[in-house]
């Protein structure tokens, strides 16, 4: 059974970066994709972009496009997403999750809340 | 990218059926049978019930069913059961290797 658990919460504040690791088990780590979605508090769902685990290649919203970097250590089967100069829009539960191409995703990880204020 | 329309809410009492549009353009929704389907409950991650337009993971009940027409994508919910309440967001594949979600739907029962 695949596992991705993710790291804990952060708070930063405006104009700082914050980098979410996400450790995914059960299952080889460079087939599929992995996916990072975001949810605003009381708000939907927001795709961020997707990371290739096996090339490195990654694809971004164009929200995102400049502030949003996903990269992987196969090494320790870990994915991470960089978010930098944080607004207090960005506060956020962030979710990566491992999909297929046809960007459905089977699973989850818990989720991780990163608040920015000053 | 915006995100594609869905109503903000349904409802419907048990057993009844409940039908969720998710309404793209010819760019998205319409250009592609990427479209997947999600339930959320509060405070817990999403799950997948339909992808591909029509499919079903393993494990979920064929109550949950998609289609698509043109630019709009439709999920019903058929025999409504009290632990179907929840948000559901759909997902289609938008081009350029990216995704957009719905805006999302509750559904009360």
Same mark, same amino acid.
Request: aromatic letters at 12%; charged letters at 15%; a positive charge.
């Given at each position: ?118 | ?13 048990? *057993? ?8 793209? +353009? #010819? !760019?998205?929704?319409? &250009? ?5 389907? =999600? ?26 069913? *998609? ?8 999920? +019903? #919910? !058929?025999?409504?059961? &009290? ?5 559901? =967001? ?20």
């Amino acid at each position: 059974q695949v596992q991705l658990v993710q790291s804990g919460a952060e708070v930063k504040k405006p104009g700082a970066s914050v980098k979410v690791s996400c450790k995914a088990s059960g299952d080889a780590f460079t087939s599929n994709y992995m996916y990072w979605v975001r949810q605003a508090p009381g708000q939907g769902l927001e795709w961020m972009g997707r990371l290739n685990p096996s090339s490195g290649d990654a694809n971004y919203a164009q929200k995102f496009q400049g502030r949003v970097t996903m990269t992987r250590d196969t090494s320790i089967s870990t994915a991470y997403m960089e978010l930098t100069r944080l607004r207090s829009d960005d506060t956020a539960v962030y979710y990566c999750a491992k999909g297929r191409s046809s960007g459905w995703c089977d699973y989850w990880g818990q989720g991780t809340l990163v608040t920015v204020s000053s | 990218q915006s995100a594609l329309t869905q109503p903000r809410s349904v409802s419907g009492s048990p *057993g009844q059926s409940v039908t969720i549009s998710c309404t793209g +353009t #010819i !760019s998205d929704v319409g &250009a592609y049978n990427y479209l997947s389907w =999600y339930q959320q409950h509060p405070g817990k991650a999403p799950k997948v019930i339909i992808y591909d337009v029509s499919q079903r993971p393993s494990g979920v009940p064929d109550r949950f069913s *998609g289609s698509k027409s043109g630019n709009t994508a439709s999920l +019903t #919910i !058929s025999g409504l059961q &009290a632990e179907d309440e929840a948000d559901y =967001y759909c997902c289609s594949y938008a081009g350029s290797y990216t995704f957009v979600f719905g805006t999302g739907t509750m559904v009360t029962v």
